[in-house]
């Protein structure tokens, strides 16, 4: 059973920059599409971003577009989620997730999720 970890979140103050990982173990994430969600107390786990096995298509949500990128390490494995100019919004327990697409990482149709990393925006 494939397994999702998670590293990198933390506090950080408005304005700078964090990155995220997300590593599998246990198995290979061969040919998954992957994402990131993220989740504050009380609401619906979000879509964030998601890209396709190759590396291709990555998507994101209005909230986080033009400030936060998802990519892939070059052995396909390992997920990246590179965040600028953090606000206090952005302020939420972030989830890795693998589906057998991009399109199903999309949909919340989730295979495989990480256990979450605390990202904490404050001056």
């Known amino acids: 059973q494939v397994q999702l970890v998670e590293s990198g979140g933390g506090v950080v103050p408005p304005g700078t920059s964090l990155r995220l990982s997300c590593a599998p173990s246990?198995?290979?994430?061969?040919?998954?599409?992957r994402g990131w969600f993220r989740q504050t107390p009380g609401k619906d786990r979000e879509f964030v971003a998601g890209?396709?096995?190759?590396?291709?298509?990555?998507e994101y949500s209005d909230s986080v577009k033009d400030r936060f990128t998802i990519s892939l390490d070059n052995t396909g494995q390992t997920t990246y989620l590179d965040m600028d100019s953090l606000k206090s919004e952005d302020t939420a327990v972030y989830f890795c997730?693998?589906?057998?697409?991009?399109?199903?990482?999309?949909?919340?149709?989730?295979?495989?999720w990480g256990q979450g990393t605390q990202v904490t925006v404050s001056s």
């Open positions: 890209i396709a096995w190759h590396g291709g298509g990555p």
């Open positions: 246990g198995g290979s994430l061969s040919r998954y599409g």
């Open positions: 997730a693998a589906a057998k697409t991009a399109a199903q990482v999309r949909r919340a149709e989730i295979a495989y």
